[in-house]
């Protein structure tokens, strides 16, 4: 197996396509010669996916990202990414060069990246497809915040109650008080701490995880393979780390809070049955003073 190990990589090393392997939190564990020559990544450097897109976007160097908001993207993308076991889309590099990617996801959520050059294809072609991919990935992003959207969400609670094996869970957050924050602080006020929380949450999301925002003040974060015990722990991070946030630099002194709710899966959920379950333990969280997280009572045997 050793030999054979050896091999695979020797082989790596020599083969023009680029080659990466990426962590559960998106760390770069692995990357081949060609991947660390057209990502400017040195020999035994292990860059966040995050970290690596920056810098080089900041030196014009590497993919060509097109976009007026580098963040937004950044948060858009990072939403949507290893989110689902196997993708392909095309991107360019500003050596010229165009490559068609594909991402292979285990369920561990190590992610495979395998890129070849397909610059060679007809260049009125190419741009049919970016176009495809960009209206694809526009048809599951929320507008305002840039993390997914319902549709997408939704597709993924689905992929976790279809799975079976060991249960997940469906967590609802609700922003607190956000009608009076809208009230006293005004409309962009709002929009601004939905952008705010989105990052913050979005920044404590496991590559196996998914989190988007499905309508006003609400999001889903769906955690596959996760027991209520550790979810619980998982939202409890989040609730410590937008605790900590001050969005409005003109109020120094504001600060925001969130509920939860948490459900766990149960043989032959739909969406909507779990949505309902999660749901209900918010309004728990909202009754016992809000700035908290509670769990479905009828998952645990309470009785609310």
């Not at 689905?158 to 607190?176: F, K, Y």
């Not at 196996?208 to 991070?237: K, Y």
């Given at each position: 197996?050793?030999?054979l190990?050896?091999?695979?990589r020797?082989?790596?090393e020599?083969t023009?396509?680029?080659v990466?392997?990426?962590?559960?939190?998106?760390?770069m564990?692995?990357?081949?010669?060609?991947?660390?020559?057209?990502h400017?990544?040195?020999?035994?450097?292990?860059?966040?996916?995050?970290?690596m897109?920056?810098?080089?976007?900041?030196?014009?160097?590497?993919v060509v990202?097109?976009?007026?908001?580098?963040?937004a993207w950044?948060?858009?993308?990072?939403s949507?990414?290893?989110?689902?076991?196997y993708?392909?889309?095309?991107?360019?590099?500003?050596?010229?060069?165009?490559?068609?990617?594909?991402e292979t996801?285990?369920?561990n959520?190590w992610?495979?990246t395998?890129?070849?050059?397909?610059t060679?294809?007809?260049s009125?072609?190419?741009?049919?497809r970016?176009?495809?991919?960009?209206?694809?990935?526009?048809?599951?992003?929320?507008?305002?915040t840039s993390?997914?959207?319902?549709?997408?969400?939704a597709?993924?609670a689905?992929?976790m109650l279809?799975a079976?094996?060991?249960?997940?869970?469906?967590?609802v957050?609700?922003?607190d008080?956000?009608k009076?924050?809208?009230d006293?602080?005004?409309?962009?006020?709002?929009?601004?701490i939905l952008?705010?929380?989105?990052?913050?949450i979005v920044?404590?999301?496991?590559?196996?995880?998914?989190f988007g925002?499905?309508g006003?003040?609400?999001?889903?974060?769906v955690?596959?393979?996760?027991?209520?015990?550790?979810?619980e722990?998982?939202?409890?991070?989040m609730?410590a780390a937008v605790?900590?946030?001050?969005?409005?630099?003109e109020?120094?002194?504001?600060?925001?809070?969130?509920?939860?709710?948490?459900?766990q899966?149960?043989?032959g959920?739909?969406?909507?049955d779990i949505y309902?379950?999660?749901?209900?333990a918010l309004?728990l969280?909202k009754l016992d003073?809000?700035?908290?997280?509670?769990?479905?009572?009828?998952?645990?045997?309470?009785?609310?």
């Amino acid at each position: 197996m050793t030999e054979l190990l050896d091999h695979t990589r020797a082989l790596y090393e020599i083969t023009p396509l680029l080659v990466a392997l990426y962590d559960p939190s998106d760390r770069m564990r692995y990357a081949n010669a060609a991947c660390r020559a057209a990502h400017f990544i040195a020999e035994g450097e292990t860059p966040t996916w995050e970290e690596m897109v920056r810098r080089n976007h900041a030196a014009r160097r590497g993919v060509v990202i097109t976009t007026a908001d580098f963040d937004a993207w950044v948060v858009s993308t990072r939403s949507r990414r290893g989110k689902v076991p196997y993708r392909t889309f095309e991107t360019g590099f500003y050596d010229g060069r165009w490559v068609l990617v594909t991402e292979t996801v285990a369920e561990n959520g190590w992610m495979l990246t395998i890129a070849v050059d397909v610059t060679a294809f007809r260049s009125d072609e190419r741009a049919v497809r970016q176009d495809r991919d960009r209206a694809i990935s526009a048809s599951h992003t929320d507008e305002l915040t840039s993390v997914s959207n319902r549709r997408f969400v939704a597709a993924r609670a689905a992929d976790m109650l279809a799975a079976g094996g060991p249960g997940g869970c469906l967590c609802v957050l609700d922003l607190d008080n956000f009608k009076y924050i809208n009230d006293r602080y005004g409309h962009q006020a709002g929009d601004c701490i939905l952008r705010d929380f989105a990052v913050r949450i979005v920044g404590q999301v496991r590559r196996s995880d998914c989190f988007g925002r499905v309508g006003g003040e609400e999001f889903v974060l769906v955690l596959p393979a996760t027991g209520v015990v550790e979810a619980e722990l998982i939202v409890e991070r989040m609730l410590a780390a937008v605790r900590l946030s001050r969005p409005q630099p003109e109020h120094p002194a504001f600060a925001y809070t969130f509920s939860a709710g948490i459900a766990q899966a149960r043989a032959g959920d739909t969406f909507a049955d779990i949505y309902g379950r999660a749901d209900r333990a918010l309004y728990l969280a909202k009754l016992d003073g809000r700035n908290r997280v509670r769990i479905d009572p009828s998952a645990t045997g309470g009785t609310g």
